[in-house]
T-cell receptor
Framework: EDQVTQSPEALRLQEGESSSLNCSYTVSGLRGLFWYRQDPGKGPEFLFTLYSAGEEKEKERLKATLTKKESFLHITAPKPEDSATYLCAVEVAHSGYALNFGKGTSLLVTP | GAVVSQHPSRVICKSGTSVKIECRSLDFQATTMFWYRQFPKQSLMLMATSNEGSKATYEQGVEKDKFLINHASLTLSTLTVTSAHPEDSSFYIC???????????FGSGTRLTVV
């Protein structure tokens, strides 16, 4: 059974304190791994797609990496506006293709 | 960039009534749209996949007669919650597929409260 597990469930950082969020996955035939940001009461906002082990992508203070079993979202020198829930999802073959989400990591960055 | 518009953003309805939620892809054609449900502190759970012009495919445990999905055009899909009950109260989110690296664009969600 396809599984996506994110850790930690919640993370509190001080502004400027870098850290990493983890997404481990067990899927048969990974097509792509997606990272999204979700603000309260909003839909997910696309951040990155990774396709193969060793791939890395960056956007501002965020950097996503992928191995054969997990992905990391590194946050460098976060700011309070980075506070959100970060969701990891894997694209699986499922009545066509669809995204299977983890439960997310709720990040709070304090000034 | 691709935009998916979802309406209404929040709705309160009485138990036993039906509610329709619309999902539109504004600047691209979406052959496939997805409907998710999200309970507090939980992840997005896929309810159904709809392809334009054909019947939706529902996930196990999702009642197709209760959650009616219509994908009549390449830019519009609707989800109707029929005979709503308080346990249907949740955050419903649609997504449209473009293909490629940015394959899935999400709407802003609909907060449904059944009283």
């Amino acid at each position: 059974e396809d599984q996506v597990t994110q850790s930690p469930e919640a993370l509190r950082l001080q502004e400027g304190e870098s850290s990493s969020l983890n997404c481990s996955y067990t899927v048969s035939g990974l097509r792509g791994l997606f990272w999204y940001r979700q603000d309260p009461g909003k839909g997910p906002e696309f951040l990155f797609t990774l396709y193969s082990a060793g791939e890395e992508k960056e956007k501002e203070r965020l950097k996503a990496t992928l191995t054969k079993k997990e992905s990391f979202l590194h946050i460098t020198a976060p700011k309070p506006e980075d506070s959100a829930t970060y969701l990891c999802a894997v694209e699986v073959a499922h009545s066509g293709y669809a995204l299977n989400f983890g439960k997310g990591t709720s990040l709070l960055v304090t000034p | 960039g691709a935009v998916v518009s979802q309406h209404p953003s929040r709705v309160i309805c009485k138990s036993g009534t039906s509610v329709k939620i619309e999902c539109r892809s504004l600047d691209f054609q979406a052959t496939t749209m997805f409907w998710y449900r999200q309970f507090p502190k939980q992840s997005l759970m896929l309810m159904a996949t709809s392809n334009e012009g054909s019947k939706a495919t529902y996930e196990q445990g999702v009642e197709k007669d209760k959650f009616l999905i219509n994908h009549a055009s390449l830019t519009l899909s609707t989800l109707t919650v029929t005979s709503a009950h308080p346990e249907d109260s949740s955050f419903y989110i649609c997504s449209a597929s473009q293909g490629g690296a940015r394959g899935y664009t999400f709407g802003s969600g609909t907060r449904l409260t059944v009283v």
